[in-house]
Every structure is written in structure tokens, then in C-alpha cells.
């Protein structure tokens, strides 16, 4: 934590824009005013932000292709304890600083859940003190920035850094590190030992930019570096004598810089085409290939026994995508170090761990083998190499060849990255009860039958910090005031909170404060879409990333069963809904794109048809991410989790609408399991299918869409309304969701669903209007949400996989 005091802090602000901008405070613009503010916090920080403690301690790297962080100024005031003195410095300077935190960029480093995850590890890692850092890539632009134009989403490129440079990075040319692309690799012999020479290769340069993550009112801060790929300089201090010359034509110089520049060009390339799916590999190995550089280097500076490294160092893969740590070390440690492959195995698999975020086997990512061959040649001869000596254990052990196949790293010309991770670390996680039981007994069955003790279940959390203590801070402040301060960095104190469930000024109070969040997301509806919404109403919502199993669609099919029976009884007793939506789709996921366009077909026509009287909205806010998300989750009623069972592997939006006191309406899927456990079916809306249930339907079939089409009328004519003309403007896009539902029998049961959701909605409906049960429901939700602070899920990351003794199967270990 930093004391400054406000008259301090006043003369360091104007000595900083005088040194930046040369010109007086009141002159400047809200932009300088913002850089200047920035740079202060980062001076005050500079002692402290350190670039490594490998030589006292075990490091942490935390290995992502995303990181979505949010807005950094309102989080690092409260992290650094010095909102209060800077707020009214600023005040006399005649700056507001609420008009700065909102001036900010939402940095484009993300997508959702995945990345999203990430950054509330890199919060939790410094808060609870652990020397933990993230390695990503600085891309130009985000996934894109979300426009709808006639209902229809539009890609527009997310070019978050308009001013050149991130508010918070700090560039360190003298760290940036070469990484090889494609080329010949042979192997010569020099003084009786093989010596690998890579020539004629691709040379990219990783230029680190490096951002503070900063703990809570302590010592701690850690780095997030990103890499921007460039052309290496001239007097760039690697060699790049066996590179490839682009000093000829003019033409090829430009190709060469086209090469270079666009591997961090852009978040999550479209991989529905061969040159996307190109580029993804070469991200991939990009970031990789240069953090795994990075930690060398420094375990290097530090003269540490290589042999040594999982003493000192955890390297960690979230998801498949920074799957090519295990080649690149073994890399390093073969070419670099000398070592024998044996030596070099030993020390990988000791060091990695992966964190398995899915069980659909679409998203788990192979790459062709001639792809990797030809774009990392040295790398492919690693990847064989680990796949023959593990084919070579798995034969030794089972005759079952089908088992073999399905576990077999490189199989029918791919590269399956799961299967790599899985073989290569010493540590398997996944990131919810129901979804780690799915990894051992369904999808990683014969990994897990085989190596049982790497297994391990860590529930996802989140950053409490941001999406309770500075998203919300009214019901913080409650918190703070009924249970006193402790809770903010014990989360499990919340559990406290539950002594005042029967209070009724505690109840009311809990009320007013959702309601007051409710008018602020009204307010910017009505600025930005000019639809008027009620902040009396249900504020019922689902902001995800659009995808067919997390079910926007069904929550779609309940809106127009409601919108029909608004039109055959006007005068129905309805407690006046808002639906909100926030959603994103790949660019080459047209189902999802089509979607997005019903729901907002469907809206038009609630909206604007004046038989519904206010009773119904429908809004869908428009280019969701990490800062609407702090404005919508606090004042959310509902939150909507229902994907189909056995889909989503955990959830995290779940978790802050939990925190924040909305009712969850779930299925019985992923970190919804652990919640249902916590608080009770009395205390949530269940419906659904069950794990078991969904299971048993892909394994034997049974279901029939068409079936159950044909039988129920009131669900007929909603599916029909997608193609008969009902909804205004809708085309080919009701055609393709009707054909999703009907024609390819519904794979994600929305409409077996349908009906028990409509049960569980009117019984939500039914509770609200007992305002004394339903705040009574929410602050038992809030009370119970502190397991799920991502402060608990890295301590638990800590204590079972980072810094305990990695105990690796003598067997498998001589690999």
C-alpha cells in the first residue's frame, strides 16, 4: 500500500505534466490529463515493480493468448489504497476523476471467459503475494469492435491503441528477444556430438511491453509483458547470420515486413480458411517461443543449476493454445543447454502444467502435421520425437491399438495439442467439479485411466476487487458497514452477511442499491439506444459469448412464448420483464451471427408494438466487454446461465452475478453445480436436463426434435414464427436457426428444454413479486459467493500444482 498525501500528490501532477506536455494543468486536454495521472501512479510504483525474484523464490508463468483486463485506473487506485487522496487532489485541480476512469481504453486483449480468467488470476497472484507474471501478445487489434447494422453484427477493427501506446506499458527494447519461423533444419556433428543448424529461417523480433498488475494494499507487483512482433533492427544483438536475406528487392522487403508485423496484428485470426489458421500457429509459437526465451534468459542471469529449473520456475498453459512451451523448452534445453533428451524431458515435465478449459472436442486444437513441419521445422522434430517415445511407453503398457490411436499425439496427419499437454506435464486441471468428473471419465478417460495422479479439479474464480469492491461500490460499502473490512481480502467472511437475512432495513437497503444500479443502466440504454426501459421491471439477463450451446436461443423462445400470451391476453398479470443481451460471435460462426440477428428482429418487433404496454423489453447492448460488463452485472435481477449440461466447463459470469446479489436461472452445468450446492435449489431456479441425462441422449439417441415440434402447439408456433413471416425483417438468418432446431435435430436440446425453462421463469416471476423473499434470496447468494474469489482458485493453483513437490511416475518419467 502507498501513502501520498493530497498535497503531494498535486505537486507530483503538475511537475509531471510540465515534464510531459509543457504546459500548465488547465491547458491540457482530459487525454494528457489522463497519461499524466498514469505516469504518477507508475513513478510511485517503480521500486517496487521489479523484473524478477528468481533468486529468493519460486516464479509463476502463467502462459495465455488472452488477457482481457478492463480499465487498469479505478482498479490500481483501489489496489494501491490512495483513490480518496488523488480524487480530491484532482478536485482542486479541477479535474474529475470519474471522467478519466471513464476516458480510458478497454484494452482489446480478449475475447471472454478465457481471457477474462486470466486477468483475475494475474490480480489474484499479486494480491495474495505470489510472484506470478502473464506472457501474451500485444495485438494491434482486438477481436474486432461489434456494430449491428439492420439487426445484423458487422466486424469493425478494435484499434484499441489510437494513441500509438497503452496508457500503462512500459516498452523494453533491450529484452526484446528473436524468434525463428520456418527454414532448413539439419543435424551435424561436431567433436563426436550432433549439433542442430537452423538456416535460412524467418527471423521475428518479440518487442516486450510490459504492464504492472498491482496487489491489494501490498508490496506486490507483477508483469503482464505482451510481444509485438517487428523486423529485427540492425543492431538487434542476436544473431541472424543464418537468416533469410530480404535486403534484395523492394517487393520482397515489404513482403517480409507484411510477415512480421502481422502475427500480433490481430486477436483470434479467422481460422475458417488455411492462411487463418497459419497465422494462429505462428501467434502461437510466437508468444511461446519468446516467453520461453524470456524465462531462460532470466534463470540464466542468475547462474542457476538448469537441472534445477521446477525448483524455481512453474510454467503454466491455459488452454491448448500455448501448448508449444513443451517443444520450445525441450528446445532450449537440447539445443541450448547440450542436455540429453532424457535430461531435458525430466526438467519439461516437471515444470509444465495445463489447464484444460473445454470438453467439446471441436475446440480442442490440432494442427496439421505438414502446416507445423514446414512453419517450425525444428519444433515438428521435437513434437515427433515425444510422440514416438510415447507411443513407444503406451504399447509397452496396452495392446488395446484403438486406446493407443485415441491417445496418440500425432495421428491421421494432425497434431492433437491436447493430447501433447496432457503427455508432456505434470499437472491436469480442470475448472469445475462437474467438468474435471467429465475430463476423468468421459473425454480424457484413457489419460486419466492411465495416469491418474495428474488429475485435479480447480473451480474458476473471480477477481472480487473489481467486480464487487469497484463495480459495486454501494453494495461494497453495505458490506463493509454490516461485517466490517476483513472480507476484502477473505472473501469467506461474506458468509457473515447471512446473519441479516431476516433484516428487513438490511433487506430494503439491498434493494435500494440494485435498484440504483438498474436506473444507471436504464440511463445508458435509453443515451445509447433510445429504448426506455423500466428499472421497476426484471432485469433479466444473459452476456456471454454467443455460442449455440450457451443457449441464447432459448432464452429467445421463452421471450416470444411470453410476447404471444401478452397478445392473446392483453390484460394478463405479468411483472414487467427487461430481457438484456450482450454477445459476441466469431466472424465464421454464422449460426451465431444469425442469432444475434433474431434477437434483434425480435426486439424491434416487442419494442415497438404497442399491445405489449411496457411489459415486456428486449434490448441487446451492442459491443459488449469487461467495462459495460461492470456497468450491466450490478444491476442485473437474473443472471442467465443455461447451456446445455455437459457443455460449459465452469462459467464466470455466473460467479459475479452471484457476488452482486442477481438469482441465478441454470442448468446443472459447470461451477452452476457448485453453486446449486452451496446456497440450495431453494435459493436459485433449476431446470433442465441433467449430465447424465444429456449423456445418455448423445450416446444412444432418442431425441426427436421434430417429435416434440409436432406435439407441442405453443412451441410450434414460436419455431414457426422464425420462418412465416411473424417477425418483420428477418430472412434467410430465421431459416438457418429454424433448420438448427428442426432439420439437424437441435444438438444443444433447446427446445427439450423449453418447457422446464418456462416452468422455472414463472416461478422467478412468482418470487419477485414477494420483494422480502426475493432480497432475502439475493443476499444469500451474496453471502455464499466468496469461494468463488479467484484469490481462493490461485491459492488452491499454489498449494496443489506450483510449489508442490512434483511427483512424476518413475516409469513414465523415463519417457
Not at 48 to 74: A, M, N, P
Not at 335 to 352: F, M
Not at 649 to 665: D, H, L, R, V
Amino acid at each position: 500500500m502507498i501513502t501520498i498525501s493530497k498535497r503531494k500528490f498535486k505537486q507530483y501532477f503538475e511537475s509531471k505534466m510540465y515534464s510531459l506536455y509543457a504546459q500548465p494543468i488547465n491547458e491540457a486536454s482530459n487525454e494528457q490529463h489522463l497519461n499524466v495521472l498514469a505516469s504518477v501512479l507508475k513513478d510511485l510504483i517503480a521500486k517496487k515493480w521489479v523484473d524478477t525474484k528468481i533468486d529468493t523464490e519460486k516464479e509463476v508463468y502463467y502462459f495465455s493468448i488472452e488477457f482481457l483486463l478492463g480499465r487498469q485506473l479505478k482498479s490500481n487506485l483501489l489496489n494501491l489504497g490512495v483513490e480518496n487522496s488523488i480524487r480530491e487532489g484532482l478536485k482542486e485541480l479541477g479535474i474529475n476523476l470519474d471522467d478519466l476512469i471513464q476516458s480510458e481504453v478497454d484494452p482489446a486483449l480478449g475475447n471472454g471467459g478465457l481471457g477474462r480468467l486470466a486477468a483475475c488470476f494475474l490480480d489474484s497472484m499479486a494480491s495474495v503475494g505470489m510472484s506470478g507474471h502473464g506472457y501474451g501478445i500485444r495485438y494491434k487489434y482486438g477481436l474486432f469492435k461489434q456494430k449491428f447494422v439492420n439487426g445484423c453484427q458487422v466486424e469493425v477493427p478494435d484499434n484499441w491503441l489510437t494513441q500509438g501506446n497503452y496508457l500503462w506499458e512500459v516498452v523494453r527494447p533491450n529484452k526484446a528477444i528473436l524468434v525463428k519461423f520456418e527454414g532448413d533444419v539439419y543435424l551435424e556433428e561436431h567433436d563426436g556430438n550432433l549439433k542442430v543448424i537452423h538456416k535460412n529461417y524467418i527471423p521475428v523480433m518479440a518487442m516486450p511491453y510490459d504492464i504492472p498488475i498491482i496487489g491489494y494494499r501490498n508490496n506486490s507487483v507483477n508483469t503482464l509483458r505482451l510481444w509485438k512482433s517487428e523486423i529485427p533492427r540492425r543492431d538487434f544483438g542476436q544473431t541472424t547470420a543464418n537468416a533469410k536475406n530480404y535486403s534484395g528487392s523492394y517487393e520482397e522487403a515489404l513482403n517480409y515486413k507484411y510477415y512480421t508485423e502481422e502475427i500480433s496484428q490481430v486477436l483470434y485470426p479467422n481460422d475458417s480458411n488455411y492462411a487463418g489458421r497459419l497465422l494462429r500457429l505462428k501467434q502461437e509459437y510466437f508468444f511461446v517461443s519468446a516467453g520461453i526465451q524470456d524465462i531462460y534468459r532470466k534463470y540464466k542471469k542468475h547462474k542457476l543449476n538448469i537441472h534445477e529449473l521446477h525448483k524455481k520456475v512453474a510454467i503454466h498453459i491455459n488452454d491448448t493454445h500455448p501448448a508449444l512451451c513443451v517443444p520450445e523448452l525441450m528446445r532450449i534445453l537440447l539445443d541450448i543447454e547440450g542436455l540429453s533428451w532424457d535430461e531435458a524431458w525430466n526438467i519439461t515435465i516437471n515444470t509444465i502444467s495445463y489447464t484444460n478449459h473445454t470438453i467439446m472436442a471441436e475446440a480442442m486444437e490440432k494442427w496439421p502435421v505438414e502446416m507445423m513441419k514446414k512453419l517450425l521445422p525444428r519444433i515438428y522434430m521435437i513434437v515427433e520425437e515425444i510422440n514416438k517415445r510415447y507411443l513407444s511407453y503406451l504399447n509397452s503398457k496396452y495392446s488395446d491399438q484403438n486406446k493407443i490411436r485415441r491417445m496418440s499425439i500425432i495421428n491421421n496427419g494432425n497434431i492433437n495439442m491436447a493430447n501433447l499437454c496432457i503427455a508432456s506435464s505434470y499437472s491436469v486441471n480442470g475448472v469445475a467439479k462437474l467438468h474435471t468428473t467429465l475430463l476423468e471419465k468421459e473425454v480424457l478417460k484413457d489419460f486419466y485411466d492411465d495416469t491418474p495422479y495428474k488429475f485435479n479439479n480447480k473451480t474458476n474464480g473471480i477477481a472480487h476487487r473489481r467486480w464487487l469492491m469497484s463495480a459495486n461500490p454501494e453494495l461494497s460499502g453495505l458490506i463493509t458497514n454490516l461485517i466490517g473490512e476483513e472480507w476484502k481480502t477473505d472473501t469467506f467472511k461474506l458468509k457473515e452477511l447471512e446473519n441479516y437475512k431476516n433484516d428487513n432495513h438490511v433487506l430494503d437497503r439491498l434493494d435500494e442499491i440494485k435498484y440504483n444500479n438498474k436506473v444507471l443502466l436504464s440511463n445508458y440504454i435509453m443515451d445509447k439506444y433510445d429504448i426506455d426501459v423500466d428499472p421497476n421491471s426484471i432485469f433479466d439477463v444473459q452476456v456471454k459469448r454467443l455460442h449455440a450451446y450457451k443457449r441464447q436461443l432459448l432464452n429467445l423462445i421463452n421471450i416470444m412464448t411470453l410476447y404471444h400470451k401478452i397478445l392473446d391476453n392483453p390484460d394478463m398479470d405479468i411483472e414487467p420483464r427487461t430481457f438484456i443481451f450482450g454477445a459476441k460471435a466469431a466472424p465464421g460462426y454464422y449460426l451465431a451471427k444469425c442469432i444475434i440477428k433474431v434477437i434483434n428482429s425480435v426486439a424491434d418487433l416487442i419494442n415497438n408494438d404497442p399491445r405489449v404496454r411496457g411489459k415486456l423489453k428486449v434490448v441487446f447492448i451492442e459491443n459488449y466487454g469487461v467495462s459495460l460488463a461492470e456497468l450491466i452485472i450490478p444491476a442485473a435481477n437474473v443472471s442467465e446461465q443455461i447451456s446445455t449440461t455437459t457443455k460449459e466447463a465452469s462459467g464466470t459470469s455466473n460467479m459475479k452475478f452471484m457476488m452482486n446479489g442477481a438469482i441465478t436461472m441454470a442448468t446443472l452445468d459447470g461451477a452452476n453445480v457448485e453453486i446449486h450446492e452451496l446456497i440450495g435449489k431453494e435459493n436459485m431456479f433449476l431446470f433442465g436436463l441433467t449430465a447424465e441425462e444429456v449423456l445418455n441422449y448423445n450416446k444412444n439417441g432418442g431425441y426427436s426434435s421434430i417429435d416434440l415440434y409436432h406435439t407441442d402447439l405453443g412451441l410450434k408456433q414460436v419455431v414457426d414464427d422464425l420462418i412465416n413471416g411473424f417477425i418483420p425483417n428477418l430472412g434467410k438468418e430465421g431459416r438457418e436457426v429454424y433448420d438448427s432446431l428442426i432439420t439437424y435435430n437441435d444438438e444443444y436440446f433447446v427446445l427439450r428444454d423449453a418447457k422446464d425453462y418456462e416452468r422455472a421463469q414463472r416461478e422467478l416471476s412468482e418470487l419477485y413479486k414477494k420483494k422480502y423473499d426475493w432480497n432475502r434470496m439475493s443476499l444469500i447468494n451474496i453471502a455464499n459467493s466468496g469461494v468463488f474469489s479467484s484469490d481462493r482458485t490461485i491459492k488452491e493453483y499454489g498449494r496443489d500444482i506450483w510449489f508442490r513437490g512434483c511427483e512424476i511416475n518413475e516409469e513414465f518419467n523415463k519417457l
